[in-house]
């Protein structure tokens, strides 16, 4: 029997395949530290071209990690993420359909597992590049719980770097403490195609790891920048959902404003967390919490503890 939850994110966990994983409890990431096959052959790995050279890569029929975006062209291939080890093989034969040219680079949103930890696999042929802090990152978790040195990039950077790749010119560029402090946004800029790992969840409430890096209010800050700073008709890659515009992220940018800026209000007037839920101060992005991550409620409580 099958059973799958979806992504789910309450006090920074997150239960996947209960009948079939070794569940990570931690309180730094979406992430699970011990893994086992799901044994679950129905997700599969859904291919959609978006712009010029470039191909989104995402789940369905399950959760088998973050979205993934794809370089195709005479140089090779370059992902960007490359999702939970075990997606490897699905993942392998997905760009086979795309692409005959070997994968020579990977770049790396975040730290997070279930963006990354494919590296363990394409780490043997190509070269991972990421912000330096998820070098530090991934250290760090090795030291504290699970094994992560395999995961480590070849290459770091520090602010941001150019790959011209593909006959085009590839930014990749580091935002500081947002979902964590290691958020590097990929920005294709011959196709417009713009990868935001965690900076956002598309049709979801979004999650935030302070023990990561990570800050609700600086990441409102960068996701403006990036509003203001890349082109209003560039195709967005979201961390998690579906292929989305700027329009749709000017729109979560609004909702973070609006329920950031509500909780501090209820805050500042003496309300507690439980008055709030009952309350429902945030009802209207109802919708929101059945997205797949956190529910309404979930999504409030999280705010508060940032916000207190
Ligand atoms: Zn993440």
Redesign the pocket.
Known sequence: MKHWKSLFCLGMQIFLNLNSFAMASESS??SVSAYTNPQDDSISVRTIKVSGSVYMLDCVNGFGG?NVAVSIGEDGILLVDNMYAWMSPKLTSSLKTISDKPIKIVLNT?F?T??IQGNEIFKKTSTIIAHENVYKQLLKKHKESAPTTDMLPDVTFSDSMRIHYNGEEIRMLHFPHS??DGDAVIYFTQSNVLHL??MFFFEMFP?V?TEGGGNIKQLIVSLEKILREFPSNAHVVP?HGRLATMKDLADYVAMLKETTSIVESKIKEGRTLDQMIQDKVIAKYNALGDGGAQTTDQYLRMLYKLLQ
């Open positions: 990431g979406l973050g975040h997070h279930d963006h979902h964590t790992g965690d999650a790891y961390g």
